[in-house]
């Protein structure tokens, strides 16, 4: 049973344009989410994290949004480059040191 | 400061036959993980270590695979004997821990993976 969704395999944008990646959840328990990217050959690497008291985080051009009623999280790239095309990971981190992720989704940004 | 490093990058073995996976994670760093990718699906945890010891084991497929942590610095991953699925990327991830708050146990550096490949 996947705890951690994320239902578009991928997405495809415009150099300079918004970039949205989605990921829903089922368990109220984790205590922080997180967002990874990853290249080709690469293992991945930590991007942005949330806390499961907020709403929202920002890191210069990423925020993620975080909807505890929806059980819904939400990376926002703005504005999209060429260099970000890579594969984003979701992931929840329970306070017993476990990560759970997703099956990712393949960004393409369009130069 | 070397970043985790992993060996080999692929392996190709035959059903039956042993393969050992290592991981040598960032010096100092006290939470040692192991996960596996098959293609195309999530990033599936297999166990955690805290220096030498086992914390969380539960993703560990079945008794086929052995994980180590020799004196709490490298890792081995052995399985034996190999199946057909157990083919994907193999993953090691390490992290600082102890008492300095979430973020250094959560923000976890990955190695570029082990690609096993069992025909």
């Known amino acids: 049973d996947q705890q951690v969704k994320q239902n ?12 949205i990646l989605n990921c829903d959840y089922t368990n109220s328990m984790f205590d922080y989410f997180l967002w990874y990217k990853k290249y080709p050959a690469e293992g991945p690497t930590f991007l942005i994290s949330i806390s499961s008291i907020k709403d929202k985080n920002e890191d210069g051009r990423f925020t993620v949004f975080l909807n505890k009623s929806a059980k819904h999280l939400s990376l926002h790239i703005v504005p999209s480059q060429p260099g970000d095309s890579a594969v984003y990971f979701c992931a929840a981190y329970t306070g017993g040191f476990k990560t759970i992720f997703g099956a990712g989704t393949r960004l393409f940004v369009k130069a | 400061e070397a970043g985790v490093t992993q060996f080999p990058s692929h392996s190709v073995i035959e059903k039956g036959q042993t393969v050992t996976l290592r991981c040598d994670p ?47 610095t490298y890792s ?33 550096y990955f190695g570029p993976g082990t690609r096993l490949t069992v025909t």
């Not at chain 2, 596996?36 to 914390?55: A, D, P, T, Y």
């Not at chain 2, 081995?76 to 994907?88: H, I, R, Y």
Request: proline share 4%; with cysteine; net charge neutral.
């Open chain 2, 26 to 72: 960032i010096s100092g760093h006290d939470n040692l993980y192991w996960y596996r990718r098959v293609m195309g699906k999530e990033i599936k945890f297999l166990l955690h270590f805290v220096k030498e010891s086992k914390q969380d084991e539960s993703g560990m497929p079945n008794n086929r695979f052995l994980a180590e942590r020799t004196g709490g």
């Open chain 1, 8 to 19: 578009s395999p991928s997405l495809s944008v415009q150099e300079g344009r918004i970039s």
């Open chain 2, 76 to 108: 081995t991953l052995k399985v034996q004997p190999a199946e057909l699925e157990d083919s994907g990327v193999y993953f090691c991830a390490s992290s600082q821990g102890g008492d300095r708050g979430p973020r250094y146990s959560y923000e976890q």
